[in-house]
């Protein structure tokens, strides 16, 4: 069969829908891209923001109407959460977010079934408590649940398109409880990768011409609280980094307590490791910081920042932050705006808080406007862009490791160590794709650098 996906949300996601792909691919059948024909179509749904539902929701109808006749089905986050809102929409298969390979059993069925689908309209029209057409799926729309995973479910790492940056998921789970997100209740508790068959992994992946693995999960920092030995995070990233020593290893999201001076130090030795770190913040007011439950303040993040710039000196660092969170008010904003500055980050994610129903802030009093939410951003975004500016300025002169990932109109596009997008306008001696070359930055542009492959 030929089976179509679309991505919503996190590196999480990316991964599973790659995981989906090889499993697939394994079983004899093709993945084809979401705009060609398809005998399935596969949406990974995203539940973090009531924005994220809004598009997820969006993909599903869009694809139903343009492929009426194609089995359409929805897994991950926003299944996990509501599946009897996914089964109103009609879909064929619902999944949540474990049993990647009971899911892919029931796609098969579901494609196998589908001459069947006009007739299971008619009686699902007469009978609307049965959901699934399949004689293995008969849910009821009021009982539809996908228990959570309490186990690390072990998926296949790596992509079927191009073989320059791989995702390799070591976590999953949260315990965080922010009062914000929604994730610890579709995701379940911490659980781990043992880190022998981590590194495994990123072996098998720099064998099959990987040049890049970006380590996630969905709390990484956590990483290892579920086992008894005391392995961590930093123990962990330097069996990958031991494993795959020709590869570039990348570190995904960290929160800011992990940050310790021994971390750095270990972490510093590892020639390796790509130098970009990106540490959560979400807001630079500590009042704000205590409504969102968060487990720091911004004295402990200053104080990651300095460990982390210490141990690799002009290190790129980024950050997600949440503006007009409840109860922020002028003057925490601008207190944020103040913080952030003095961080000087090499980038930003900002994002307006988005009201998630089963939160704790979502019933938080003084909810800030929709427009005052549009203005702090603007404003935040505006700050970002300078910070990023500044940082991309520094690097002009300088000499990066670049991993060439497209070609486009005569050039070379590729990312530097420090995770800074680079641009070498007609690479001579041919388009480097796929490669990691020495690039000497001569000058800045809006979202990146541009550099010249110099001699290796």
């Given at each position: 069969?030929?089976?179509a ?33 398809a ?25 139903m ?37 009971g899911?892919?059993n ?17 009686v ?13 799926l ?37 315990d ?17 990768l ?11 992946l ?34 990958i ?79 997600d ?7 922020e ?42 427009a005052?939410?549009?203005d ?13 500016r ?16 497209e ?38 542009e ?11």
């Amino acid at each position: 069969m030929r089976v179509a996906f679309h991505t919503l949300g996190c590196k999480v996601n990316q991964f599973e829908t790659g995981a989906l792909e090889r499993l697939l691919s394994a079983r004899g059948h093709t993945v084809v891209p979401w705009e060609t024909e398809a005998d399935a179509y596969v949406i990974n749904t995203c539940t973090v923001t009531a924005v994220s539902d809004k598009k997820s929701r969006q993909a599903i109808r869009g694809v139903m109407r343009e492929h009426p006749g194609a089995v359409i089905a929805a897994c991950g986050c926003l299944g996990q959460s509501d599946p009897q809102a996914m089964a109103a929409l009609g879909l064929d298969l619902v999944c949540g977010t474990g049993d990647r390979q009971g899911f892919v059993n029931s796609l098969e069925e579901a494609v196998e079934w589908r001459v069947e689908r006009e007739k299971w309209r008619v009686v699902t029209a007469q009978s609307p408590a049965v959901y699934s057409p399949l004689p293995t799926l008969h849910f009821s729309r009021s009982t539809l649940h996908f228990p959570l995973s309490t186990h690390f479910e072990r998926l296949p790492a790596g992509s079927l398109s191009g073989r320059t940056r791989a995702l390799l998921k070591v976590q999953d789970g949260c315990d965080n409880y922010c009062t914000y997100c929604i994730i610890p209740s579709v995701r379940g508790p911490v659980r781990s990768l043992p880190p022998d068959e981590a590194a495994a992994e990123a072996a098998r992946l720099g064998g099959e011409g990987y040049r890049e693995i970006v380590i996630t999960g969905i709390e990484i920092s956590s990483y290892g609280k579920d086992f008894p030995d005391g392995v961590t995070l930093a123990g962990l990233t330097e069996a990958i980094c031991r494993a795959a020593p020709d590869v570039r290893i990348r570190l995904g999201s960290l929160e800011p307590r992990i940050v310790t001076g021994a971390f750095a130090a270990r972490l510093s030795g590892l020639s390796n490791l790509c130098p970009h770190f990106h540490l959560s913040l979400q807001s630079g007011c500590d009042g704000t910081l205590r409504r969102m439950g968060r487990r720091y303040d911004t004295a402990r993040y200053a104080q990651a920042l300095d460990l982390l710039r210490a141990a690799f000196p002009d290190c790129a660092v980024t950050t997600d932050l949440i503006v007009g969170f409840p109860g922020e008010t002028e003057e925490e904003f601008v207190q944020t705006l103040g913080f952030v500055e003095r961080c000087a980050f090499a980038g930003m994610h900002i994002f307006p808080y988005s009201r998630r129903a089963g939160t704790p802030a979502a019933s938080m009093p003084e909810q800030v406007m929709r427009a005052e939410k549009r203005d702090r951003a603007a404003r935040a975004s505006a700050l970002a862009q300078r910070m990023t500016r500044a940082y991309d300025a520094v690097c002009v002169g300088k000499v990066f490791r670049v991993l060439f990932e497209e070609d486009a109109g005569g050039d070379a596009h590729g990312h530097a160590e420090n995770y800074r997008p680079v641009r070498c306008p007609g690479a001579d001696g041919g388009l480097p794709h796929g490669q990691v070359r020495s690039v000497k930055v001569i000058g800045v542009e809006d979202g990146g650098l541009v550099g010249v492959i110099s001699e290796d």
